[in-house]
T-cell receptor, first 111, second 112 residues
């Protein structure tokens, strides 16, 4: 039972353009959502998060949007840079005890 | 500042052999601790989490077990490894009420 889904296994974007990564969830008990970035052979690093009481959170080039009615969140990266190439995971938490991750989306930024 | 140590970085083990992966966290107390696995081409699967010493919650029935003998130490074990246990194992910690989890560098386990 995949409670957090990232339906796009890969995404290719030109440098300087906007990257949009999407994530859907099924569990209504999730109240906190996060995005992580992962390079090969390394642990994921925390990027940005959003509480279910908000619909947008922005940090520099990264913005996360939450649509609770659609059970959908997205990560926008603008402008995209070559160093953004990595695998991005969305995660959700039902009350600060554990994180449930999606399958990940491999983002490639082309020069 | 807080740091998390996970070792070894890589491990090749024969089928049927035991396993012990260790994770320690420094610079914080009473963290939540987690073990995740990333199988090839798959997402991050939560295996175990612990909210305190001796308290272990198992998310997926499997060939593995976890223990938390000390506040900042989390151990992943197996008595007899299977080929399907191969993967990238990640330890993580969080400090409630914050939800953000911070990961170690991971252990690449290959069972042959």
């Amino acid at each position: 039972d995949q409670q957090v889904k990232q339906n796009s296994p890969s995404l290719s974007v030109q440098e300087g353009r906007i990257s949009i990564l999407n994530c859907d969830y099924t569990n209504s008990m999730f109240d906190y959502f996060l995005w992580y970035k992962k390079y090969p052979a390394e642990g994921p690093t925390f990027l940005i998060s959003i509480s279910s009481i908000k619909d947008k959170n922005e940090d520099g080039r990264f913005t996360v949007f939450l649509n609770k009615s659609a059970k959908h969140l997205s990560l926008h990266i603008v402008p995209s840079q070559p160093g953004d190439s990595a695998v991005y995971f969305c995660a959700a938490s039902p009350g600060a005890q554990k994180l449930v991750f999606g399958q990940g989306t491999r983002l490639t930024i082309n020069p | 500042s807080q740091t998390i140590h996970q070792w070894p970085a890589t491990l090749v083990q024969p089928v049927g052999s035991p396993l012990s992966l260790e994770c320690t966290v420094e610079g914080t107390s009473n963290p939540n601790l987690y073990w995740y696995r990333q199988a090839a081409g798959r997402g991050l699967q939560l295996l175990f989490y612990s909210v305190g010493i001796g308290q272990i919650s198992s998310e997926v029935p499997q060939n593995l077990s976890a223990s938390r003998p000390q506040d900042r130490q989390f151990i992943l074990s197996s008595k007899k490894l299977l080929l399907s246990d191969s993967g990238f194992y990640l330890c993580a910690w969080s400090r409630p009420p914050a939800t953000e989890a911070f990961f170690g560098q991971g252990t690449r386990l290959t069972v042959v």
